[in-house]
């Protein structure tokens, strides 16, 4: 006595065996039962066999990239809490005071998050293109807060195109002084992210302005080498843009026009 005729398969043409035998062996292995409903004829049985077949893969593949995806993100948050270990260690062994060790770790963990949201940096996307693609494309994320700036708003794209490659990126934390009071100002800032306060060094309650994205300060910095009358201190994490003055100087080499036109704005205008 056989399978074969305990279900009344006896004397049954071989294919309807074998294809009967290969339902029989899908259902076992991909568990998903007899169920109520079960096909009768050798066509229903092939259909039924490729459908489990197909959903079985199906979700493979699915749990397969999930748990990559999964395993991915523990690498990188092992590394990132490793890296954090050691940091800790450091500041711990030079014995940094607590409330600094406080702000690097927020940093750093900032900075991570941002990661996480952006994985690829500026630099990493578009660092190994050609010096044209690197122009067209910062021209196009950085053009418009150039323009901002009194000063560069109506110069030719020429001139724009080759300074907004001379910004940096930037990142403060809660509570960082961006521009101190009293320091002689070399460089101007992009917010592009965060808020940030303006305030007089002896009285930290005397708040200037509130600045917040889209603003600009420090630009009169790039003409004259002043000190600066009163001090930024960073509200929230602020992501920033910062042009050196050295760096726009040897720009202007090749446009004496613009360093001209900045001389005349900076002379009408109060210092920052």
Known sequence: ETWATVYQYGGTDRSTLYITSMHYVMLVLSGVGFGDIFPVTNLEKIVTVLLMFLTVGGVSYLMANITSLLTAEDSSESIFRQRMRHISAFLEYKKIPKDL?????????????????????EEAVIGDLSPALRNDIAFVMHGDIIRKVPFFRDRRDSFLRLLVTLLQPVIFSPGDIIVRQGEIGSKMFFLVKGHAQVFRMHN?????????????????????????SASIRALTHCDAYVLFKEDLDI??????????????????????
Request: proline share 3%; charged share 25%.
């Open 101 to 121: 060790s406080e702000r690097v770790h927020q940093y750093y963990e900032y900075c991570y998050r941002q990661r996480r949201m952006y994985p690829f940096t």
């Open 204 to 228: 930290h309650n005397h708040v200037l302005r509130t600045l917040q994205e889209g603003d600009i300060f420090g630009e009169l910095s790039l003409v004259y080498e002043t000190k600066r």
């Open 251 to 272: 720009l202007l080499i090749q446009y004496p026009d613009v360093a001209k036109g900045m001389s005349e704005y900076a002379r009408t205008h109060a210092y920052r």
